[in-house]
């Protein structure tokens, strides 16, 4: 299985919207609603903020949203804020328990 | 509170062995697939292992397979990961994660290993 492919870096003002992509294949993410995304602070463990594509883990802020078209999913924060600069990482099943792999990372820069 | 503790990272010669532990805390293992994921200095996630309910499954990437091998004790609330014959690739903060609709539901503070001479 391949990684699913971030862009490295993106950046937006405080109240912007952002949008973060994770490119897959037909085999993982334009497969299955099983896409997930990670919220990592330097220093800190990764924090789950959307899974099944679409739905956001109970405390998890409404500004965070989750979208696929095809093979590729899509993370937007809306209202940016200072808090929200870190690494966020997708994940998808892809038909295995095995081989699993992440997206490469996108670190967020609030301007 | 939901809760995974990990322990058991440190320093290790190329070739060594570590074993390191995961407890859970504030809900039932059983009920729950562990994984563990590391993460080299600077880099990103790798999903390393992870283990079905009972146990009776577990899966590894490619690099670790035949040196590290995943276990669990349901009774204990805690997950193992024993790693031997480790290479200097090898050397990450190791995470323990909670899985439910195969995506990581909550992780560790993670342990660090290091492997130098």
């Known amino acids: 299985q391949s990684a699913l492919t971030q862009p490295a870096s993106v950046s937006g003002s405080p109240g912007q919207s952002i949008t973060i992509s994770c490119t897959g294949t037909s085999s993982d993410v334009g497969s299955y609603n099983l896409v997930s995304w990670y919220q990592q602070h330097p220093g800190k463990a990764p924090k789950l903020i959307i899974y099944?594509?679409?739905k956001r883990p109970s405390g998890v802020s409404d500004r965070f949203s989750g979208s696929k078209s095809g093979n590729t999913a899509a993370l937007t924060i809306s209202g940016l804020q200072a808090e929200d600069e870190a690494t966020y990482y997708c994940?998808?099943?892809?038909?295995?328990?095995?081989?699993?792999?992440f997206g490469g990372g996108t670190k967020l820069t609030v301007l | 509170e939901v809760q995974l503790v990990e322990s058991g990272g440190g320093l290790v010669q190329p070739g060594g062995s570590l074993r390191l532990s995961c407890v859970a805390s504030?809900?039932?293992?059983?009920?729950?697939?562990m994984n563990w994921v590391r993460q080299a200095p600077g880099k990103g996630l790798e999903w390393v292992a992870n283990?079905?309910?009972?146990?009776?499954?577990?899966y590894y990437v490619d690099s670790v397979k035949g040196r590290f091998t995943m276990s669990r004790d349901n009774a204990k609330s805690s997950v193992y990961l024993q790693m031997s014959n480790l290479r200097a690739e090898d050397a990450a903060v190791y995470y323990c994660?909670?899985?439910?609709?195969?995506?990581?539901?909550?992780w560790g503070q993670g342990t660090m290993v290091i492997v130098s001479s």
């Open positions: 099944e594509v679409n």
């Open positions: 283990m079905n309910k009972d146990g009776s499954g577990e």
């Open positions: 994940f998808s099943y892809a038909g295995s328990y095995t081989n699993w792999v």
């Open positions: 504030g809900f039932t293992l059983s009920s729950y697939w």
């Open positions: 994660a909670r899985g439910a609709n195969y995506a990581f539901q909550i």
